[in-house]
């Protein structure tokens, strides 16, 4: 933990203020939001490490895809990832976000989540611990620090390729795109 | 005039949003062990605030960018008029009754701000603020009035002045209006038994919930300009000011106690709120004015 290192601070305030700021969206899609409140309270305080918990998708830069993810969450999940402030950084929680988990051959559920928004990180397991959740913390400080964590610049480049699949699964989408998708088809 | 540029207008401007963004960090560590946890740094304020500035926030239009300004230079005028330690920018004009009326700007500013954002959150949060400030400006003319029937001035520097070597209004018959001030300190700050104007956990935090980034940035260095402001109100006009370390020490130990009161009450509803700040301050400070017109 380099909090305190002035000199970094004065290097790229930008990169550690990023790391050591994460306002959160816990996205409650499904059991996985049970782990989160022993986390942000007096446990496992999270806060210590400046993770807190906001209300609005406009004040957050870190976006936790709790549990498993059905064709109605998925929507709201895109539009709160779009409607979030860059640069910004998405974790999936658990199992199903990964791979459907025990949903995998659910009708209802969606299998790869990385396949509709970028994904910077995962958490896997069913549950994980509350601690699993502060090693992902600390996992996401070292990809942010790399330079690895370039979600957002991933979903603006190949905003074709997300568009499309968003499409593929949901129909017409009722939302304007966010980006330009490169075809003057509509 | 480079000397009163410089001391009088930058000094307690900066030192204003430094104090503000410092007592908002110790609100949250102490808010933090009271709840037996650790806390996050006392600088965390700092952090957000960088990182606010380096995030891309949407704008919803003309006003929404400019209402914001309007809050923040209401605020810093504000402080202008206010002593801080001796500096005073504005000593000669106005005083208390030209700060009367600055105070509403930075809400006013606020509401055009976030009504421009045209969520139905924002729209309650902003109609909830300013019926708290109907609610508090009440009590709160009721006891400049006192001051001023007091002190028979309108000036800052000589309240403060009448108050050097502990004759402090707090021990004088003003003791009623002081006790009023103190009881409608938590809704002027936004603390927790009044803090229906920026509820999370009902309207996502209410008129600021479309801001992002910079606009984010920019309300917390008005919230804490705010904070500034009405703490450094109580202590000038009721504590007697003193120099830079006292005022400062009279600042903390009023903050303290506004954080006990904020971690142990749970939140009124704004009907709530408003019968009780039209009630018991109210009355405190009117039988503040009958006293102050017997004894005097």
Redesign the interface.
């Known amino acids: 933990m380099d909090r305190n290192k002035i000199s970094k601070w004065l290097k790229e305030p930008g990169k550690m203020s990023q790391k050591y700021s994460l306002s959160v969206v816990y996205f409650c899609t499904g059991c996985g939001i049970i782990e989160i409140p022993p986390v942000i309270t007096a446990r496992w305080d999270a806060e210590r490490f400046g993770v807190i918990p906001v209300a609005s998708a406009r004040h957050a830069n870190l976006f936790m895809v709790t549990g498993y993810v059905s064709l109605k969450t998925l929507k709201a999940i895109i539009r709160t990832y779009e409607q979030m402030p860059e640069p910004k950084y998405v974790v999936g929680f658990g199992s199903c976000p990964i791979n459907g988990g025990m949903y995998w051959d659910s009708y209802n559920t969606i299998k790869h989540l990385d396949k509709y928004i970028p994904v910077d990180g995962w958490i896997a397991g069913c549950m994980p611990r509350p601690e699993a959740i502060i090693i992902g913390v600390t996992h996401l400080w070292t990809l942010i620090d790399k330079g690895m964590a370039k979600g957002y610049v991933k979903y603006r480049k190949k905003y074709k390729y997300f568009r499309q699949n968003q499409e593929k699964l949901l129909g017409k989408l009722p939302w304007q795109p966010a980006f330009s998708t490169g075809d003057n088809n509509e | 005039m480079v000397r009163i540029i410089l001391l009088d207008v930058i000094v307690p401007v900066l030192s204003a949003f430094i104090i503000g963004l410092l007592f908002l960090g110790i609100f ?1 560590k102490v808010v ?1 062990r009271i ?7 006392v600088l ?1 304020p700092f ?2 605030l ?2 606010f500035f ?5 704008s919803h239009g003309f006003i929404f960018d400019t209402g914001i300004f309007l809050s923040i230079a209401g605020s810093i005028v504000t402080i202008l008029f206010i002593p801080f330690a001796g500096l005073c920018a504005l000593k000669g004009s106005g005083g208390l009754l030209v700060l009367l009326y600055l105070l509403i700007i930075a809400p006013l500013g606020m509401a055009l701000s976030a009504g421009e954002s045209a969520n139905p959150n924002a729209s309650i949060g902003i109609s909830r603020k300013l019926i708290l400030s109907i609610g508090y400006e009440v009590p709160f003319v009721l006891i400049i009035l006192s001051l001023m029937f007091y002190y028979k001035t309108i000036s800052f520097v000589e309240i403060i002045d009448a108050q050097k070597n502990f004759h402090w209004a707090l021990f004088s018959p003003l003791f009623l209006s002081g006790i009023s001030y103190f009881l409608i300190l938590p809704a002027m700050l936004g603390l927790r038994p009044f803090d229906v104007a920026s509820a ?2 009902e309207i ?2 209410g008129g ?6 910079q606009y ?1 940035a920019l309300f917390h260095i008005e919230h804490a300009l705010h904070l500034y402001i009405y703490l450094s109100l109580f202590v000038n006009l009721f504590l007697g000011g003193g120099n830079i370390f006292v005022f400062l020490i009279k600042m903390f130990v009023v903050f303290i106690i506004g954080i006990f009161i904020h971690s142990v009450f749970p939140r009124l509803r704004i009907d709530q709120a408003i019968k009780y700040l039209w009630r018991y301050p109210t009355l405190l400070a009117l039988l503040g004015i009958i006293l102050i017109l017997i004894f005097k």
């Not at chain 2, 709840?35 to 740094?41: K, S, V």
């Not at chain 2, 380096?54 to 949407?58: E, R």
């Open positions: 949250r933090a709840h037996w946890r650790y806390g996050p740094p965390q952090i957000d960088i990182k380096g995030q891309k926030g949407f999370p956990q996502s935090s600021i919930v479309e801001y992002g980034g984010l």
